[in-house]
């Protein structure tokens, strides 16, 4: 990550001004005049969370707390292995204990909401005053884009965010042991991590032909063809390669409405009846930011800071920002680590305002689509930007799946979990 560190003499007093006082008067000032710590109110320990608030507490210039409901974080990426069996779901697992170590405040609650004005974020309980805000929440599905969907929520679940696996791991046994029809489907993007569906759908099939089962997987894509793009002919390669036998591949296939109870679901290509589903819902930002008024399907942010739009006080990061960079954990990641390093560069009185037309680089990452418990496809994106104009993103993809990217997975995996929470 490179940022233009020059500092406009003017933004610099400013800002030097700020640090030494004399705007601790005014509300919600990073600096008090008693020389306590700027408040840092982190909302999710996922993958963008985890990268802000570890590296605030690192630097001991700020205070952190982190709201966040769950005991411990739980990874999507790879968890595809826990689904088709080949590992536990621990291996995917982590506690927040170095975060505890380095002094965060861990509050385990549900942010309900967020006053802008006063700079406090809500929760059941309590209020909690912000200097700074880093919101990495995640996504919402969006059940009303598929009619039935609500009133079979309890046995179509997405399986797309953190401990929801288990429940798709159950539907998965259940069609693996007595066959018939498994639907996966896929919507349209933006949504989080596009490769997942067929990954998901490959190593399904694997086990398939591993235990005999009887039946197919009908995977249903709302695409034309497999996303992202660049991963197309790796995909369609691996699906006819491998699972020919395993998988019917329906491109271009819209979901229109599911009935749980008889198991149906209608496309614009027909009724499909299925054993088991897992259907993948389009997804958003959640509700709170929304109702915040950070944006509507996504939060608006400005690049490469990751500052709202409509508030300098607040950051979003990860999959609930609307950038066109991609929604992957390693990307949450990075950019949650280059928030705290713009925080801490606006504590420290030091402007984080690149100039107009310096080139920046954007946080990257790799993405993994499993193919078999051996082979993967690697995804590599890295982004970058003039900045005041869009990002550019450059994908290098592997043309075909291969045991070096299926250790480098597993490899990846371990590192990044170790980078965040070891
Ligand atoms: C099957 C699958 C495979 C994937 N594979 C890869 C991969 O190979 N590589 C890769 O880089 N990415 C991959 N991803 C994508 C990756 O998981 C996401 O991009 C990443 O989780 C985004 O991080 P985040 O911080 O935005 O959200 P999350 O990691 O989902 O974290 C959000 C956190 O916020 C908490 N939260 C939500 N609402 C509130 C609230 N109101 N108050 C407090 N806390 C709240 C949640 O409990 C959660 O812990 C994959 C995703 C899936 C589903």
Redesign the pocket.
């Known amino acids: 990550m490179t940022h233009n560190d020059q500092t406009h003499p003017t933004r610099r007093l400013i800002l030097q001004a700020g640090a030494a006082g004399l705007t601790a008067l005014s509300a919600g000032c990073a600096t008090s005049i008693s020389g306590a710590k700027p408040r840092v109110v982190v ?7 985890i990268g802000a608030a570890r590296a605030l507490a690192e630097s001991g210039k700020v205070a952190v707390t982190l ?4 005991e411990g ?1 739980m ?6 292995l826990y689904i088709a069996g080949h590992q536990p779901a621990s291996d995917f697992q982590r506690s927040y204990k170095t975060l505890d170590d380095l002094g965060v405040r861990r509050v385990r ?4 909401g967020i006053d802008r004005a006063a700079q406090a974020v809500s929760t059941a309980t309590q209020k909690l005053a912000y200097d700074f805000l880093v919101l ?4 919402e599905y969006m059940e009303e884009a598929l009619p039935g969907y609500a009133e079979g929520r309890d046995q179509l679940p997405v ?4 401990f929801e696996q288990s429940a798709v791991k159950q539907q998965v046994d259940m069609f693996l042991s007595q066959g018939g029809n498994l639907v996966i489907a896929a919507p349209n993007p933006p949504y ?2 596009p ?2 569906p067929y ?2 759908a490959f190593l399904i099939a694997e086990q398939m032909k591993l235990r005999g089962t009887k039946g197919k997987i009908i995977l249903i894509d709302a695409n034309p063809n497999p996303l992202p793009q660049p991963i197309a002919k790796p995909i369609l390669h691996a699906m006819k390669s491998l699972y020919a036998q395993q998988i019917e591949y329906l491109p271009s296939t819209d979901m229109q409405r599911v009935d749980a109870g008889r198991k149906v679901l209608t496309t614009n290509m027909g009724d499909i009846s299925y054993t088991a589903a897992n259907i993948i819902l389009p997804m958003r930002a ?1 509700a ?1 930011i929304r109702q915040a008024g950070l944006g509507e399907r996504w939060a608006n942010v400005k690049l490469p800071t990751f500052q709202s739009t409509v508030d300098d006080k607040i950051y979003v ?4 920002q609307g950038s066109p960079l991609s ?6 990641f990075g950019a ?1 680590q280059q928030v705290a390093s713009n925080i801490l560069a606006t504590v420290a009185g030091k402007s984080q305002k690149p100039e107009i037309g310096t080139v920046v680089s954007l946080p990257g ?4 689509a499993k193919v078999n418990k051996v082979d993967a496809i690697m995804i590599n994106v890295s982004s970058s930007m003039e900045v005041g104009k869009p990002p550019k993103t450059q994908f290098n993809v592997d043309p075909q799946h291969n045991a070096t990217s299926g250790m480098g ?1 597993r490899e990846w995996g371990q590192s990044m979990w170790r980078a965040m929470l070891g």
């Open positions: 909302v999710g320990g996922g993958w963008g969370g709201l966040e409901p769950n974080f990874s999507c990426p790879l968890s595809v609650e549900r942010a309900t990495s929440p995640g996504v399986g797309f965010r953190a989080r991590c490769p997942a990954e998901r959640p709170l990061v990860g999959d609930a929604k992957s954990g390693h990307v949450a949650g990452g790799i993405c993994w997975a």
